[in-house]
């Protein structure tokens, strides 16, 4: 079993928040960017290595390639998962990687998303996959910092 400290979405995926208050309070050495697009995008993963911690190494792995190779991931790594969509988590979960919380940080607002807490803007099709993350047995949480209360996330389908 991989041993996974946190689970989190935020679309900036990698940025100063993360890497200065989130990565230290859990306690991580691995930082994993699970996204297909990310794993692709040589650019994105560089400034994301600029931003992240000198004490944690860095991987962007697609969502089935991070389905396929977590469980070989060795005891010693204390991994920060890090989505940048609930419907990333949803794939993960479906495939079998142990997300026991998640917790929900940046979701921007744009057309077609209304906002339910400070920083997170939802779709149906959001809500719809935050339903069957519950149903799965996933516990939600909704936290901008880690010395920031918890929202409540009955916004999040309201």
Known sequence: ???????????RLIHGQVATQWAGVV???LLLVANDAVAKD??????????????????YF??????K???KASPA????????????ALRLVEGGVPIKVLNIGNMHMHEGKRQVA???AVDDDDVATFKK???LGVTLEIQRTPNTAKEDVSKLFS
């Open 1 to 11: 079993m991989p041993n996974i400290v946190a689970t989190r979405i935020d679309n």
């Open 27 to 29: 306690g991580a050495n």
């Open 42 to 59: 040589q650019f994105r993963q560089g400034l994301m290595n600029m931003a992240a911690p000198a004490y944690a190494q860095t991987r």
């Open 62 to 67: 697609d969502i089935d390639k991070t389905i």
């Open 69 to 71: 190779v977590i469980d």
């Open 77 to 88: 790594q204390k991994i920060f998962l890090i989505l940048e969509t609930p419907q990333d």
């Open 118 to 120: 400070t920083s997170v």
């Open 133 to 135: 993350l519950q149903d």
